[in-house]
């Protein structure tokens, strides 16, 4: 069964302080991570994703197979980086299509 | 291009009443899925339809049901409808299915309360 967890509902930080994320997941094969944003008033959106390796307005996620995590960090915070964060996998299910199961959430409340 | 569309914004129905809502998906993106998405939760899983058959579903009754038509386009579909139903109901797209093409693009959602 897939499974994301996300253990923190709020992180707040001072701007300019180091920001991580925390993503847990649970899946047997080869799963896909993203990390997912949804700022306020706005529809969710894709920050990254794990192939990509890319960083995003900043934020970093390395994809750690021995400790199944995908968490999501950033140097520097700014005050625009305050949002909702949502960490979601995707993988094959049974019935062999691809299933993303999302995590609860984490709000990121950055303090000016 | 507008990205995907939903209707209505939001939608005020009563207990046992149904519910139809609709999603227009990117233009060019044949997989629609839907999510329920209850105020303080991450979007749950309810259906995946591509090239109009169902894909995937989700831990939910057999009052929600679904369909695609050949624009791609989805309508799902509620019945019977319950207090804890009122939710924020979210349409996404993609391309496909594989690696590639798996990025959801969501839309703005669909507020059902349920009174």
């Known amino acids: 069964a897939q499974r994301v967890t996300q253990p923190e509902k709020l992180l707040s930080v001072f701007k300019g302080a180091p920001v991580e994320l925390k993503c847990n997941y649970s899946?047997?094969?080869?799963?896909?991570l993203f990390w997912y944003v949804q700022y306020s008033r706005q529809r969710l959106q894709l920050l990254l994703r794990h192939i990509s390796r890319e960083s995003i307005k900043g934020f970093t996620a390395d994809l750690n197979k021995g400790e199944t995590s995908f968490h999501l960090k950033k140097p520097f915070a700014q005050e625009e980086d305050s949002a909702m964060y949502y960490c979601a996998l995707s993988g094959p299910s049974s019935g062999g299509y691809q299933k993303v199961t999302f995590g609860t959430g984490t709000k990121l409340q950055v303090i000016p | 291009d507008a990205g995907v569309t939903q209707s209505p914004t939001h939608l005020i129905k009563t207990r046992g009443q149904q519910v139809t809502l609709r999603c227009s998906p990117i233009s060019g993106h044949k997989s629609v899925s839907w999510y329920q998405q209850v105020l303080g939760q991450g979007p749950q899983f309810i259906f995946q339809y591509y090239e109009k058959e169902e894909r995937g579903r989700g831990n939910f009754p057999d009052r929600f049901s679904a369909r695609q038509f050949p624009n791609y386009s989805s309508e799902l579909n509620v019945n019977a409808l319950l207090l804890g139903d009122s939710a924020l109901y979210l349409c996404?797209?993609?391309?496909?299915?594989?690696?590639?093409?798996?990025?959801?693009?969501f839309g703005p959602g669909t507020r059902l309360t349920v009174l």
């Open positions: 899946y047997s094969g080869s799963p896909e």
């Open positions: 996404a797209s993609s391309g496909g299915l594989d690696r590639a093409y798996n990025e959801q693009f």
